[in-house]
T-cell receptor
């Protein structure tokens, strides 16, 4: 596969358990946040987003939590499956801007 | 089958040569982007284009050039001036050029300088 993520933080979970991936964002002015999933050899894929006027948003098996006080974002994956194994990136930006700032990512391993 | 295609998947270049990476989208998106991805780092923006015949430098544009002559195409040239070109290059597009418009990524091109 690609060499993306060779030195990334790694989270290893058992299949069926819940996963929590954390991210600290850098810019207090950011008001829009996104989580992406990148499988080996592929481009990132949008998972879920959240605006700063919300603390929590749920999707299919995923939940994003936003804590603006400490500039922290988390992605929760329920009942983690082998297909969830990938690198997960958080990203931030502000409404009206053109540039999205990406974090370094976390590699998730799901053990069968 | 709609989406973004990048070619080639793997590319090898000798030092001192320019090389052009292809990016095509059939999503009818106005905005297109080029990112560079290195191990252990997030994506870094090289160039972006909000509309045909217009493009802007990103954070690491030095040693790269782009063109946007057609809505569906946004090729990236890695010139010999780029000091460390070996990386994974990702192209993306979005309906409009704004952070809140979801970006759709291509599969990437891995460039290796020999």
């Amino acid at each position: 596969g690609e060499s993306v993520g060779l030195h990334l933080p790694t989270l290893s979970v058992q299949e069926g358990d819940n996963s929590i991936i954390n991210c600290a964002y850098s810019n207090s002015a950011s008001d829009y946040f996104i989580w992406y999933k990148q499988e080996s050899g592929k481009g990132p894929q949008f998972i879920i987003d959240i605006r700063s006027n919300m603390d929590k948003r749920q999707g299919q098996r995923v939940t994003v939590l936003l804590n603006k006080t400490v500039k922290h974002l988390s992605l929760q994956i329920a009942a983690t499956q082998p297909g969830d194994s990938a690198v997960y990136f958080c990203a931030e930006g502000y409404t009206g801007g053109f540039k999205t700032i990406f974090g370094a990512g976390t590699r998730l391993f799901v053990k069968a | 089958d709609g989406g973004i295609t990048q070619s080639p998947k793997y590319l090898f270049r000798k030092e001192g040569q320019n090389v052009t990476l292809s990016c095509e989208q059939n999503l009818n998106h106005d905005a297109m982007y080029w990112y560079r991805q290195d191990p252990g780092q997030g994506l870094r923006l090289i160039y972006y284009s909000q509309i045909v015949n217009d493009f802007q430098k990103g954070d690491i544009a030095e040693g790269y050039s782009v063109s946007r002559e057609k809505k569906e195409s946004f090729p990236l040239t890695v010139t010999s001036a780029q000091k460390n070109p070996t990386a994974f290059y990702l192209c993306a597009s979005s309906r409009l050029a704004g952070v809140t418009d979801t970006q759709y990524f291509g599969p990437g091109t891995r460039l290796t300088v020999l």
